[in-house]
């Protein structure tokens, strides 16, 4: 970062060591005063469950950061079904549905 010096990075945890090397570049960038951003593209919604609890604890301890690409995975035919919603342009939880993860296994 010290070189390329960007004004922000895009930080996606199955591609930067999970969430604690995730937190690690989130550290290395703030006091750098980069901006960051959380995406989860491209990630099934079991993925997409786990990081958005893990942003979820992320606006806890730091304010400012950008959330991208939070979705709920139905780009792809082979998802396990969950219970994960997009209302408003938020991505929310709805303890009425079950994930119906059998389904790829009964094909």
Known sequence: ???INP????LKPSINGGFF?????????????IKWSISSSLESNIGINAIAQWTFIMQKKYKEFNVHGLSTGFLYVNN???PLEIKNGFIWYNPS?????KMLFNK
Do not use: N, Q, Y
Request: glycine content about 4%; aromatic content about 14%.
């Open 97 to 101: 549905i079950k994930w119906k993860i």
């Open 21 to 33: 090397g995730s937190e690690e570049w989130i550290l290395e960038a703030t006091k750098r005063k």
């Open 1 to 3: 970062m010290d070189v």
């Open 80 to 82: 396990w079904f969950s």
């Open 7 to 10: 004004h922000s990075i895009i």
